[in-house]
């Protein structure tokens, strides 16, 4: 499966953004999906992810009550909404799917699919 993620930009501190990412092939809904962020000169972290159905969702504690993370599985597509971004949110972020639907949460080496990253930089 591909996966084309979009949406990261420029904003200000306080501001909210979208990203989207959108996954080819007709088995998107049995996916376990997720979002991972990867600051300059940092790992790879788990920010966000979303079981098949959507019903359970899982964040990083750093992101919780600010960020959501949402999928139309009739779209293939998994978001991601970002508001009250700060400063220290600035990463490349990244989707990915776990083609068995397990979690969330799994650690990064669990996900078998990965996109190509969007840049998102929040200024102060």
């Known amino acids: 499966v591909q996966l084309q993620a979009s949406g990261g930009g420029l904003v200000q501190a306080g501001d909210s953004l979208r990203l989207s990412c959108a996954a080819s092939?007709?088995?998107?809904?049995?996916?376990?999906m997720a979002w991972f962020r990867q600051a300059p000169g940092k790992e790879r972290d788990f920010v966000a992810g979303?079981?098949?159905?959507?019903?359970?969702?899982y964040y990083t504690d750093s992101v919780k009550g600010r960020f959501i993370i949402s999928r139309d599985n009739a779209k293939n597509t998994v978001y991601l909404h970002m508001n009250s971004l700060k400063p220290e949110d600035t990463a490349v972020y990244y989707c990915?799917?776990?083609?068995?639907?397990?979690?969330?949460?799994?650690?990064?080496?669990?996900?078998?699919?990965w996109g190509q990253g969007t840049l998102v930089t929040v200024s102060s």
């Open positions: 979303i079981s098949r159905s959507g019903v359970n969702t």
């Open positions: 990915t799917a776990d083609k068995l639907g397990r979690g969330p949460p799994l650690s990064r080496r669990e996900y078998d699919y």
């Open positions: 092939g007709r088995t998107f809904s049995v996916y376990g």
